[in-house]
């Protein structure tokens, strides 16, 4: 994705982890808000997507779908319609990953409801054209990303390192001062105490533990915040676990 769009993306991200409650719901009219601040670009769209899913979120369809409303129009068949979504992916993708979409499809094909199994039979149709490569039972690639992928895998290997280094992602100005401006959880009132605990006895392992325990969920929210960063050499267990090491180091 383009910078500004990153940024764009990052900020949604955000206020879904700091403002949406798990468990609750969102209401449609603030989706087609975020579909609309991402300009309509499908990697993004996916993005928030998941994170309503990983937010378990049950969606209040006050609103039309923009994204239905836009392909309707459109008149998008089948085929062309998840060729547009597959063009804006920028990774491998799944079926599940198409799934996501499946509200928006049936808005904006009404005389057929049965949307995951149409997604299924489209998906077998590109894979006999080779618009995709399939890389295992559920899991495809766009082909053109194939070759590109094969052409010059030193040279994305290098980039991604050099982009997603950790050690300098978490030690960036702007990471820590994000991280103080994270509001601390109740669990953290005692982090004093432990740490107090530890200074006066460094063999006490539980103290350290506490340490840990306390701050796992302040960790995995930053995690969270980043996950725009996400890569397959990058997941968000990786960023996790770098920031509960980075906990020790302190």
Partial sequence: MEHGASDRLKEIIWYMNGELIYGTSIHQSKINQFIEKLEYRYYGILTVYKEIDELNLSVVKDEEPVLGKLWKKEEYDWKRNL????????????????????????????????????????????????????????????????????????????????????????????????????????????????????????????????????????VWKIAKQYSYLKSPGLSIDDMFMEGILGLKKQ
């Fill in 83 to 218: 060729q547009i979504i597959i063009d804006g992916f920028v990774d491998d993708f799944s079926v599940k990953d198409l799934y996501y979409f499946s509200f928006d499809l049936g808005y904006a094909h009404p005389l057929n409801q049965n949307v995951k199994a149409k997604i299924r039979q489209i998906l077998q149709q590109l894979r006999d054209e080779n618009f995709i490569v399939s890389k295992s039972s559920s899991v495809y690639a766009k082909k053109s990303k194939v070759i590109e992928d094969v052409n010059s895998m030193k040279t994305k290997t290098a980039e991604i390192d050099d982009e997603y280094d950790l050690d300098k992602l978490i030690n960036s100005s702007k990471f820590i001062k994000e991280l103080s401006n994270i509001k601390e959880e109740p669990n953290f009132e005692l982090n004093k105490q432990y740490i107090s605990s530890y200074q006066e006895n460094e063999d006490d392992i539980q103290a350290l533990e506490n340490v840990y325990l306390a701050n796992q969920k302040l």
